[in-house]
């Protein structure tokens, strides 16, 4: 497994929005939870409206032969505060640092945008997701909207700081 190789890009064309559809799909199967208090389904059927630029982005990760991976977005929040929204990493491509260069690539789109600070939620039971939210930065803060999910995790990283992106 650790010999696969990937990259990572901008969704941009209507495959994409097919494939992008499919993982944020797998994403929130793999949760256990159900996302109707978000508004997904809605959140697909007018797909990418929250996550389209100028204001937001969307990346896939994929191997060179074009198999998807993962993927990762970021929407406007509030004023220069944007969300990072659906990291997920398909089980055949964990293991290969993919999470991590999710995440600095999607702080990069949001910097280069021109946001000041990124907030996050996750569940409690996803400690390696928080893991890594911290090694890149990520603090706990008070929660930013009502959720029905007992033990969500709000967090938050101020942008334009190279020196918060982790390494390990």
């Known amino acids: 497994m650790a010999d696969i190789s990937f990259r990572i890009e901008r969704m941009k064309s209507e495959s994409d929005v097919a494939l992008t559809i499919k993982m944020f799909t797998a994403y929130a199967r793999s949760l256990k939870i159900d996302l109707g208090f978000q508004d997904f ?50 089980p ?49 803060i008070e929660a930013y909207y009502d959720t029905p999910i007992a033990g969500t995790v709000f967090m938050q990283r101020q942008l334009g700081l190279d020196s918060q992106l982790g390494s390990g």
Do not use: N, W
């Open 41 to 90: 389904e809605a959140e697909l059927a007018s797909f990418p409206a929250k996550y389209a630029p100028p204001a937001g982005a969307i990346l896939l990760a994929r191997t060179h032969c074009g198999d998807p991976l993962g993927c990762v977005a970021i929407r406007p929040l509030i004023a220069s505060c944007c969300e990072m929204k659906r990291l997920y990493v398909a």
């Open 92 to 140: 055949e491509g964990r293991g290969l640092g993919l999470g991590r260069a999710l995440v600095t690539a999607i702080i990069k789109e949001a910097e280069q945008i021109g946001y000041k600070t990124m907030r996050l939620d996750t569940l409690s039971t996803m400690t390696e997701a928080i893991r890594l939210y911290r090694r890149q930065g990520f603090v706990d």
